[in-house]
Every structure is written in structure tokens, then in C-alpha cells.
Nanobody, 120 residues
Framework: VQLQASGGGLVQSGGSLRLSCRASGFVLDDYAVAWFRQAPGKEREGVSCISDYDETTDLADSVKGRFTISRDRAKTVVYLQMDRVKPEDTGVYYC??????????????WGQGTQVTVSS
């Protein structure tokens, strides 16, 4: 059972990145999937979540209007489209799967993170 986040990298402020989250060993479509991030010296924070059955989405206020979360059920992957990125979006991004978006995800399936660095 494994989750793998990918797509991070170095991007200039105002640019875009698309992160991907793929699962192996379980069916990702059966779970809500969230993205968290952790900046150096800061606590991990929730960024976005998409539910399993109706694909309801939640976004943190800090990324509303800039980030979009979506699923591709055919490819069993969850994306985080990051547009108009800012230096404060820098951090390690993790995807995690759990029952619902109201979960705190502490007991969910966590993947290894992917580094996002936004230069000013």
C-alpha cells in the first residue's frame, strides 16, 4: 500500500505546476484524497481535499482562486493544479488518502512528499 506524489520542482513566482498523486496496492477512487504541505520551520497544513463519491472539493483560503484539485478516475490519479504560485507556496507537498475530507488524515495513507520551490 503506497501513495506517490510527484510533479514538484522549481518554479518562478506567478508560474504553474501540476502535482500528481498515484496509489499502488489499493483503489484510490474509494478514498477522499487531500494535499498537505510543510514549509521549513512551519507546521504541516492542509491545502486541499477531494471527496471520493461526489468529488466535492475543499481549498484552504490561502490557495483559493489559484489551486485546483481534481481526479482522473480512468487513470486513478489525483491532481493539484497550482497556478499563480507565490514564494509562500514553497514546501514539501504530500498527498494522503482517508475516508472523508472531514477527517484529520492522521491515520490515513500518507505518501512521500514532493518538493515545491517558488522563487521570487
Amino acid at each position: 500500500v503506497q501513495l506517490q506524489a510527484s510533479g514538484g520542482g522549481l518554479v518562478q513566482s506567478g508560474g504553474s505546476l501540476r502535482l500528481s498523486c498515484r496509489a499502488s496496492g489499493f483503489v484510490l477512487d474509494d478514498y477522499a484524497v487531500a494535499w498537505f504541505r510543510q514549509a521549513p520551520g512551519k507546521e504541516r497544513e492542509g491545502v486541499s481535499c477531494i471527496s471520493d463519491y461526489d468529488e466535492t472539493t475543499d481549498l484552504a483560503d490561502s490557495v483559493k482562486g489559484r489551486f485546483t484539485i481534481s481526479r482522473d478516475r480512468a487513470k486513478t490519479v489525483v491532481y493539484l493544479q497550482m497556478d499563480r504560485v507565490k514564494p509562500e507556496d514553497t514546501g514539501v507537498y504530500y498527498c494522503v488518502a482517508d475516508g472523508t475530507c472531514s477527517s484529520d488524515f492522521r491515520h490515513g495513507f500518507w505518501g512521500q512528499g514532493t518538493q515545491v520551490t517558488v522563487s521570487s
